[in-house]
T-cell receptor, first 113, second 115 residues
Framework: GDSVTQMEGPVTLSEEAFLTINCTYT??????LFWYVQYPGEGLQLLLK?????DKGSNKGFEATYRKETTSFHLEKGSVQVSDSAVYFCALGRGGATNKLIFGTGTLLAVQP | GAVVSQHPSWVICKSGTSVKIECRSLDFQATTMFWYRQFPKQSLMLMAT?????????EQGVEKDKFLINHASLTLSTLTVTSAHPEDSSFYICSARDLGTVVSFFGQGTRLTVV
């Protein structure tokens, strides 16, 4: 079945450092891939998505490219800020309103000033 | 963008009482909504899939008689935690998907504390 593997955290960085959070998936066909972010005490917010191979999702300086050959969707940001501190979830989904998302375990990012 | 509203955002209740959590899609219709539970520092665990006009589909290990789900309209699903106990204390999150997209939108979550 479908699954998502995400690097364990916490990831602790200094402000303006480069961020990479690794995510790989196992799935048949061509699922859509997502990154969600959860700030303390809140629900999840969609950060970015990619719906087919080689697509690049981007938002708020974050980027991730759908790599079918390596079954990966790594999240990157060139210069993190303290306000980026949150838990980041990689997820896989398929078309159709009834199809649930498959989440990775989440990675806590802590950015220090 | 589409918004999913969840209410209440936090609730404290006594052991043995029941608590109802509402999840509403504000600007789109959702025939299916999902209920998740999240333990501290852990990922989301899918509890059940809520289907408008029919019975919910529960994940393995989730007690359907304890976590009652009702999806009475295309914009509202409710989760009722019956006879709550301290071990039910958790963060509950709902999500819904707009039929026209592949994106799931999440409510802001409900922090349940049973004392």
């Amino acid at each position: 079945g479908d699954s998502v593997t995400q690097m364990e955290g916490p990831v602790t960085l200094s402000e303006e450092a480069f961020l990479t959070i690794n995510c790989t998936y196992t799935a048949t066909g061509y699922p859509s891939l997502f990154w969600y972010v959860q700030y303390p005490g809140e629900g999840l917010q969609l950060l970015l998505k990619a719906t087919k191979a080689d697509d690049k999702g981007s938002n708020k300086g974050f980027e991730a490219t759908y790599r079918k050959e390596t079954t990966s969707f790594h999240l990157e940001k060139g210069s993190v800020q303290v306000s980026d501190s949150a838990v980041y979830f990689c997820a896989l989904g398929r078309g159709g309103a009834t199809n649930k998302l498959i989440f990775g375990t989440g990675t806590l990012l802590a950015v220090q000033p | 963008g589409a918004v999913v509203s969840q209410h209440p955002s936090w609730v404290i209740c006594k052991s043995g009482t029941s608590v109802k959590i509402e999840c509403r899609s504000l600007d789109f219709q959702a025939t299916t909504m999902f209920w998740y539970r999240q333990f501290p520092k852990q990922s989301l665990m899918l509890m059940a899939t809520s289907n408008e006009g029919s019975k919910a589909t529960y994940e393995q290990g989730v007690e359907k008689d304890k976590f009652l789900i009702n999806h009475a309209s295309l914009t509202l699903s409710t989760l009722t935690v019956t006879s709550a106990h301290p071990e039910d204390s958790s963060f509950y999150i709902c999500s819904a998907r707009d039929l026209g997209t592949v994106v799931s939108f999440f409510g802001q979550g409900t922090r349940l504390t049973v004392v």
